[in-house]
C-alpha cells in the first residue's frame, strides 16, 4: 500500500518526472532542432529575423500588459459575484480563443474599410489589438477566474469580515495575481509565434520570418535556428519571471477550508461587471465579427449564377449557409475529436508535472521556465518533427503516429504550457494536512486521490480542460502538417477554402462555426453554475 | 460504517476507512468502475486511431483552391470508383504549408498525387527527391514549354497574372495595360501587390528579374514602392481591396479576378503587356509522389487530371482557368491561351532564380516594404 504521504515528500523521482514530461513535450521538437544545427551554416539567423524579435518583443510585450490590466479584474470580478448574463458574458469573452487570430484581423481589416477608415488600423498597434482582444485578455481571464474560484468560503468571508468587499476584491486579485501574470506571459509568448496579425497588418514579426523560412525558402535548417534563437530568448526572459510568480504562485489551504465560496450578488459591482465584460466582449468578439459578416450582410442583387455541377451556389444567402452548414457537417466531429482529445492529453500531463512539481519552487520555477521556452516554438517545428518521426517509423506504427490519436497528442504536447499553469496552481492550494490526516488513518494513496484530491481539483481542471480545447481548436498549422488525409478539422476547412471561395461562404463558415462554438460554451457555462447550485 | 453511508458524506470530508465487512464490496465497486473505464478508454482508443482505408482509395495533396479542386475530386471518384481523400493547403501567408509536409515525408509518403496550383513548388519537390518521373499518355496535346522535360511534373490548366482595377475608381481610358502602369502617378498610393515571397506573386517577381534582367526589375520593385504602392499578404486580399474600392489597381491571378467577378464587384481584369514582354502563364502542375502507397490509383489520377475533359472542367468552374491543350471549348470570359501573349519564361529556370531572390533582394525588399510602413 502506498501511503498518501507520498504525493508530499521529497525525492528524486520528482527531477526524474519532471525530466520524462519536459522529454516527451520537447522530443518532437528537437528531432528537427537537432537536423538545424547540425546544419553547415549554424548560428546564421538573418540581421531581419533580428530586427523582427524587437518588434515581436514589443507586441508581445504590450498585448501582454493590456491582457493582464484588463483580465485579471475581470476574472476576479467574475468568480466573486453573481449578475444577469454571466454565463453567456463569459461565453463571448472566451470565444475568441477559439478562432485563429488571423481572421478576427481580417474581420478589423473589413470593417474599417467599410467604414473608410483603414489607416486606423494597421501596423503594430493593430497587432496589439487583435492579440489582446483576442488571446491575452481572454487568457488571462480564464485563469484568473480558475484561480478566484479556487477559493474557500472561509477564506472569502474572512476577507469580507476583515475589510468589506474592497478587501475581497485586493485579496483575490493577490491570489490570482501570480497565475494571471504567468497566463499573460504565456499569451505574449503566442503572440510570438502567430505570423498571421504580422502578415495581414504589414508588421514584420519573428513569426512573420520564421513562417518565410519554412513556406517561402522551404528551408527547415534557417527555420530551425531561428525557433532555437527565439526560444533561448524566452528562457532568458522567462527565468525571472517564474521565479517572481512562484513565490505567489499558490498558498496552501488549511485543511479545514473545504467549504467552496458561492458567488455573491452586488448591485453595483454587477453593472460594473456587465459594463467591462460587454465592452470587452465587443472590442474582441462583435466588432471583428461583424467585419468577416459584412459580405453576407452586403450580398446584393448583382449575384450570378454559377454553373450547375458547382456545390457553392451563390444565388441566395440560404444556399450559402446550407453550404457552409454540409461542411462543418463533415468536419464537426473531427474539430470536436482534436479539441477535446488535445485537452485531454494536454491536462494529464499538466497534472502530472504538479504532482512532480508538489510544493517545492525551485521544481516550479525550473517547470515554468522550461515550458514558456518551448512554448515559443512555433507549432510547424513541432509538428513537422512528429511528420519525421511518423515517417522513419514502421508502418505498423502509423496507427500512433498518423492516425487522429497523432493530432490530439500533437496539440496536447504544444498546449502543456497552459494546462501546467492551472494545474500547479491547483494541485499547490490543497492542504498538505489532508495527505497526513489520511496517512494517520493508513488511507492509501489511490483512496486519498479519487475521494479528496479529484473533487478539490475538479473545478480548475474543469476549465484547463475547456482552455485547452479553445486554443487547440484555433491551431491550423499543427492539424494541417499532422491530420490523417481526409480527417481534416472545421477551423481548417475555413482557412482552406477561404483563399479563393465566394465572401459570402467563407463568410456563412464563420457565423456557423461562432455561432456553434458560442452555444456550447454558453451551454457549458450554465451547466457548470446549475451544477455548482 | 457501510459503504453507503460513507458514499453519501460531503465530497469534502475525508471518509473513514472501511471495515472488514465493506472492504469486499469496495473492491468490487472499485474493480467494476476501473474495467468499465478501461473499456470506455479502449473503445476512444480504437476510434482515434482508425484510419480509414477503403477498398480503393488514393491520397492527393493539393494547392490548387480547394472550392476548384474537390468537384474534379468528386468527378473521378464517381468515374473511377476510387475514393479520393484530398488534402488542401492553406495560402502560404497562413500557414508552413503542405510542400514542407511532402518533403517530410519523402522517406515513406502518404501521398500519392500532388496538384500544384503552380510549377514553383512542383520544381521544389523534384529538386527534393520528392516526386517521381511520369509520362502520362493523357499528356499527348499539351505543349511541352509547360512541362518538365525530365517528366517530374506536367503542366495543364493553367492561369495569368492579371491588372484589376476598381471599375469605379479608374475611368475608360486611364485603365492600366502594363505592370509598369503601377509606377504610373496616376496611381499614387493606389496600386497594390501580394507578398513577393509567397505565391505565384513570387513566380511573377523571378519571372520579372528573368525577362527585364536583374537592374530593371529592381527598378520596377523600388519605383513601386516610391509611388506608395502596398504590399498585401495575399491576392486574395488584394482581389478584396481593389474591390472595396481601397486600392484602384493591383496585380492577382485570373482566379482570383474571376470570383471578383461573379461576386458582383466593380472591378475590370486586363491581361497585361500584350505589346510587351507578354503575360505570365501559371500552369497548373500534376506530380507523381515517389514511393506513392497507391501507385495505380495514382497514376489515373494523374490520367484524369490531365484529360481534355479535365481542362473544360476547370475552365467552365469559377477558377476560369485557360486550358493549355488547343481545341477546348472556353466559356465566355475565359480568354483562350491562342489569344494571349504569353511571357517566354523556363518554369525550372525561374524556380532557381526565385530562390536566389527568396533570400536575396526581394527578401530585402520585402523587410523594407514592412518596415516603411
Redesign the interface.
Known amino acids: 500500500m502506498i501511503s498518501s504521504l507520498a504525493l508530499e515528500r521529497p525525492g528524486r523521482w520528482r527531477a526524474g518526472g519532471i525530466g520524462l514530461l519536459l522529454g516527451l513535450i520537447a522530443a518532437p521538437d528537437v528531432l528537427l532542432l537537432w537536423r538545424a544545427l547540425g546544419d553547415g551554416a549554424a548560428g546564421a539567423v538573418g540581421w531581419s529575423f533580428v530586427q523582427a524579435i524587437g518588434r515581436s518583443a514589443c507586441i508581445a510585450g504590450i498585448a501582454g500588459l493590456v491582457g493582464l490590466m484588463c483580465g485579471l479584474p475581470l476574472g476576479v470580478g467574475t468568480a466573486l459575484y453573481r449578475f444577469r448574463g454571466r454565463a453567456l458574458l463569459l461565453a463571448l469573452v472566451t470565444l475568441p480563443l477559439l478562432v485563429p487570430s488571423f481572421l478576427w484581423g481580417i474581420g478589423w481589416s473589413s470593417l474599417a474599410a467599410a467604414l473608410g477608415v483603414p489607416f486606423l488600423l494597421s501596423g503594430l498597434p493593430a497587432c496589439v489589438l487583435v492579440f489582446a482582444a483576442g488571446l491575452v485578455v481572454p487568457l488571462v481571464l480564464l485563469t484568473a477566474y480558475a484561480a478566484t474560484a479556487a477559493l474557500t468560503g472561509s477564506q472569502i468571508d474572512a476577507a469580507r469580515l476583515a475589510g468589506g468587499e474592497r478587501e475581497v476584491v485586493w485579496q483575490a486579485s493577490r491570489n490570482a495575481s501570480a497565475p494571471a501574470l504567468l497566463a499573460a506571459a504565456l499569451g505574449g509568448v503566442l503572440t510570438l509565434v502567430d505570423p498571421g496579425p504580422g502578415q495581414i497588418f504589414g508588421e514584420q514579426t519573428a513569426a512573420s520570418e520564421i513562417l518565410t523560412s519554412f513556406a517561402a525558402l522551404y528551408d527547415f535548417g534557417l527555420a530551425g535556428r531561428q525557433c532555437a534563437v527565439l526560444a533561448g530568448l524566452v528562457l532568458v526572459g522567462a527565468v525571472p519571471l517564474a521565479l517572481l510568480a512562484t513565490a505567489r504562485f499558490a498558498n496552501d489551504l488549511l485543511a479545514k477550508q473545504t467549504r467552496r465560496a458561492v458567488p455573491v450578488t452586488h448591485e453595483r459591482l454587477a453593472v460594473l461587471m456587465v459594463g467591462a465584460l460587454a465592452m470587452l466582449t465587443t472590442a474582441a468578439t462583435i466588432l471583428p465579427t461583424l467585419g468577416l459578416l459584412l459580405p453576407m450582410v452586403a450580398g446584393g442583387p448583382e449575384l450570378l449564377t454559377w454553373t450547375a455541377r458547382d456545390p457553392f451556389q451563390m444565388n441566395h444567402p440560404e444556399l450559402v449557409l446550407f453550404g457552409a452548414a454540409a461542411e462543418v457537417g463533415r468536419t464537426a466531429a473531427n474539430s470536436f475529436l482534436y479539441a477535446g482529445g488535445a485537452a485531454l492529453v494536454a491536462m494529464l500531463l499538466g497534472i502530472g508535472a504538479a504532482v512532480c512539481v508538489g510544493r517545492f519552487p525551485r521544481l516550479r520555477a525550473a517547470w515554468l521556465a522550461a515550458t514558456l521556452a518551448l512554448f515559443c516554438v512555433p507549432p510547424a517545428l513541432p509538428a513537422l518533427g512528429i511528420v519525421a518521426l511518423a515517417t522513419s517509423s514502421p508502418a505498423w506504427a502509423d496507427a500512433l503516429l498518423r492516425s487522429r490519436l497523432t493530432v490530439c497528442v500533437a496539440l496536447g504536447l504544444r498546449l502543456v504550457p497552459v494546462s501546467s499553469v492551472i494545474a500547479l496552481r491547483a494541485w499547490a492550494s490543497t492542504s498538505p494536512s489532508w495527505a497526513m490526516a489520511a496517512a494517520l488513518h493508513g488511507v492509501p494513496l489511490h483512496r486519498y486521490a479519487a475521494r479528496v484530491l479529484v473533487p478539490v481539483l475538479r473545478p480548475a481542471v474543469g476549465v484547463g480542460l475547456l482552455l485547452v480545447a479553445l486554443l487547440a481548436s484555433a491551431d491550423i498549422a499543427t492539424v494541417l502538417l499532422v491530420h490523417p488525409p481526409g480527417e481534416s478539422s472545421l477551423p481548417l476547412a475555413i482557412v482552406t477554402v477561404m483563399a479563393n471561395a465566394p465572401e459570402m461562404l467563407v463568410s456563412a463558415l464563420c457565423l456557423v462555426y461562432i455561432a456553434g462554438a458560442a452555444a456550447m460554451l454558453g451551454g457549458l457555462w450554465v451547466l457548470s453554475g446549475a451544477a455548482e447550485a | 460504517m457501510t459503504a453507503e453511508v460513507a458514499a453519501r458524506r460531503a465530497?469534502?470530508?475525508?471518509?473513514?476507512?472501511a471495515d472488514d465487512s465493506t472492504k469486499g464490496l469496495f473492491a468490487g465497486c472499485m474493480a467494476r468502475g476501473m474495467m468499465r473505464s478501461l473499456r470506455t478508454t479502449l473503445a476512444v482508443?480504437l476510434?482515434?486511431?482508425?484510419?480509414?482505408s477503403a477498398a480503393e482509395d488514393v491520397?492527393v495533396?493539393t494547392s490548387v483552391?480547394?472550392?476548384?479542386a474537390?468537384?474534379i475530386a468528386r468527378g473521378f471518384e464517381a468515374e473511377s470508383g476510387i475514393t479520393v481523400?484530398?488534402?488542401?493547403?492553406?495560402?502560404?501567408?497562413?500557414?508552413?504549408?503542405?510542400?514542407?509536409?511532402l518533403?517530410?515525408?519523402?522517406?515513406?509518403p502518404?501521398?500519392d498525387v500532388f496538384w500544384s496550383g503552380d510549377p514553383v513548388r512542383a520544381a521544389?519537390l523534384a529538386r527534393?527527391g520528392v516526386s517521381a518521373p511520369y509520362r502520362s499518355p493523357q499528356a499527348d496535346g499539351l505543349p511541352a514549354q509547360f512541362s518538365d522535360p525530365n517528366g517530374h511534373w506536367t503542366g495543364f490548366s493553367a492561369r495569368a497574372r492579371v491588372l484589376i482595377y476598381n471599375r469605379t475608381l479608374v475611368p475608360e481610358g486611364q485603365t492600366p495595360t502594363s505592370v509598369m502602369d503601377l509606377l504610373a502617378p496616376r496611381f499614387l498610393g493606389k496600386a497594390c501587390l501580394a507578398?513577393p515571397?509567397?505565391g505565384t506573386t513570387?513566380m511573377h517577381a523571378a519571372a520579372l528579374f528573368a525577362v527585364l534582367g536583374d537592374d530593371k526589375a529592381r527598378a520596377l520593385f523600388e519605383s513601386f514602392t516610391t509611388n506608395g504602392g502596398?504590399?498585401?499578404?495575399?491576392n486574395?486580399?488584394v482581389r478584396?481591396?481593389v474591390a472595396?474600392g481601397?486600392c484602384a489597381v493591383g496585380i492577382t491571378d485570373t482566379?482570383?479576378a474571376n470570383?471578383a467577378r461573379?461576386?458582383?464587384k466593380p472591378i475590370g481584369v486586363v491581361f497585361p503587356d500584350a505589346d510587351g514582354i507578354g503575360t505570365l502563364v501559371i500552369p497548373n502542375c500534376a506530380v507523381l509522389i515517389a514511393g506513392a502507397p497507391h501507385p495505380a490509383a495514382a497514376r489515373r489520377f494523374v490520367d484524369y487530371l490531365l484529360r481534355p475533359e479535365t481542362e473544360r472542367?476547370l475552365a467552365?468552374?469559377?477558377?476560369a482557368q485557360m486550358p493549355l491543350r488547343a481545341g477546348v471549348p472556353v466559356p465566355a470570359g475565359v480568354v483562350p491561351l491562342a489569344q494571349l501573349r504569353p511571357m517566354q519564361v523556363d518554369y525550372g529556370v525561374l524556380a532557381q532564380l526565385l530562390?536566389t531572390l527568396?533570400?536575396g533582394y526581394l527578401?530585402?525588399w520585402v523587410?523594407r516594404?514592412?518596415?516603411g510602413?
Not at chain 2, 85 to 100: A, F, I, M, Y
Not at chain 2, 103 to 108: F, K, P, S, T, V
Request: charged letters at 35%; a neutral charge; zero cysteines.
Open positions: 465530497p469534502n470530508q475525508l471518509a473513514l476507512p482508443l476510434l482515434v486511431t482508425a484510419r480509414s491520397v495533396y483552391d480547394e472550392i476548384f474537390r468537384p481523400r484530398l488534402v488542401p493547403d492553406t495560402e502560404e501567408t497562413k500557414s508552413t504549408g503542405l510542400v514542407n509536409r518533403i517530410a515525408e519523402r522517406a515513406r502518404q501521398a521544389v527534393k507578398n515571397l509567397f513570387s502596398r504590399m498585401l499578404s495575399s486574395g486580399e478584396r481591396r472595396n481601397e482566379d482570383d470570383v461573379l461576386e458582383g472542367a467552365q468552374s469559377a477558377a530562390e527568396s533570400r527578401k530585402d523587410d516594404a514592412n518596415s510602413r
